[in-house]
């Protein structure tokens, strides 16, 4: 279940920075921290 959240939330934050509105809100650090917690994932696997 915390997968399927994890996975909402990053698709709206992608969607969302791709659509332009995390830079209209200066929020672009959102994907940097999505990219961190996905780091460990990736060493792990």
């Given at each position: 279940?915390?997968?399927?959240?994890?996975?909402?939330?990053?698709?709206?934050?992608?969607i969302?920075?791709?659509?332009?509105?995390?830079?209209r809100?200066?929020?672009?650090?959102?994907?940097?921290?999505?990219?961190?917690?996905?780091?460990?994932?990736?060493?792990?696997?």
């Amino acid at each position: 279940m915390w997968f399927i959240l994890y996975y909402v939330i990053a698709i709206t934050v992608l969607i969302l920075h791709y659509s332009g509105h995390l830079s209209r809100y200066n929020l672009d650090w959102l994907v940097y921290v999505l990219a961190v917690t996905v780091f460990p994932a990736v060493l792990y696997l």
